[in-house]
């Protein structure tokens, strides 16, 4: 079985500053993961993957992640933050066979509000 | 870019009643998912669907629920007793095979059990 733990379920920084926001995974085996974002009253957007290739991973928005298998870390980070960049974001570990069937298994998500 | 279309984007229903919830997933897509996100709460998965017939489902899926998919390109979810606690946002997601490939979630159906 899979899961997700992501620390901090709000997050604040000021316009301009580096924004990371953390997730651990667990999984028995090689694990797929992803990064959400969902806005207000909106659906969830794939913002990047992990998927075994290359463990640095950039996304759209200026956003990426780092995989490291030592420490069973997947944090998004985003030099520069904006005011759009405010939402919430949700860490998703898949976990092909495994006993983790093909589900995504979501963390409890990081509300980032960027500040002026 | 591919979407997946969720219908209706809000229901509101009393208790006790039957909902279905409408989805059109990506079609070159073979893997369907329903998942909840209750207010305030993270997602959860509810189910998912290969080759027509249930693959997985959550402790959450009980004989209350079910999904189909009845034709080549809609597929749904039904709650047949509405209850308060159903009350959430209801999302539907696709995906191809590789198990690498993200899903791609529709914009949801918010459900209000009233």
């Known amino acids: 079985a899979q899961s997700v733990t992501q620390l901090g379920s709000h997050v604040s920084v000021s316009e301009g500053a580096l924004v990371l926001l953390r997730c651990n995974y667990s999984?028995?085996?090689?694990?797929?993961l992803f990064w959400y974002v969902q806005y207000p009253n909106q659906g969830l957007q794939l913002l990047l993957k992990?998927?075994?290739?290359a463990t640095l991973v950039k996304g759209i928005n200026g956003f990426e992640a780092e995989f490291k298998k030592s420490e069973t870390s997947f944090h998004l980070t985003k030099p520069s933050a904006h005011m759009s960049d405010a939402a919430e974001y949700f860490c998703a570990v898949r976990a092909w066979g495994g006993g983790g069937g093909n589900k995504l298994t979501f963390g409890t998500g990081t509300q980032l509000k960027v500040e002026l | 870019e591919p979407e997946v279309t969720q219908t209706p984007s809000h229901q509101v229903t009393q208790m006790g009643q039957e909902v279905i919830l409408r989805c059109v997933p990506i079609s070159n897509h073979l893997y369907f998912y329903w998942y909840r996100q209750i207010l305030g709460q993270k997602v959860e998965f509810l189910v998912s669907?290969?080759?027509?017939?249930?693959?997985?489902k959550s402790e959450i899926f009980d004989d209350q629920f079910s999904v189909e998919r009845p034709d080549g390109s809609n597929f749904t979810l039904k709650i047949r007793s509405t209850k308060l606690e159903d009350s959430a946002m209801y999302f539907c997601?696709?995906?191809?095979?590789?198990?690498?490939?993200?899903?791609?979630f529709g914009s949801g159906t918010r459900l209000t059990v009233v």
């Open positions: 997601a696709s995906s191809e095979a590789q198990a690498g490939e993200g899903y791609t």
């Open positions: 669907f290969y080759n027509n017939e249930i693959s997985e």
């Open positions: 999984s028995s085996v090689p694990p797929y």
């Open positions: 992990y998927t075994s290739a």
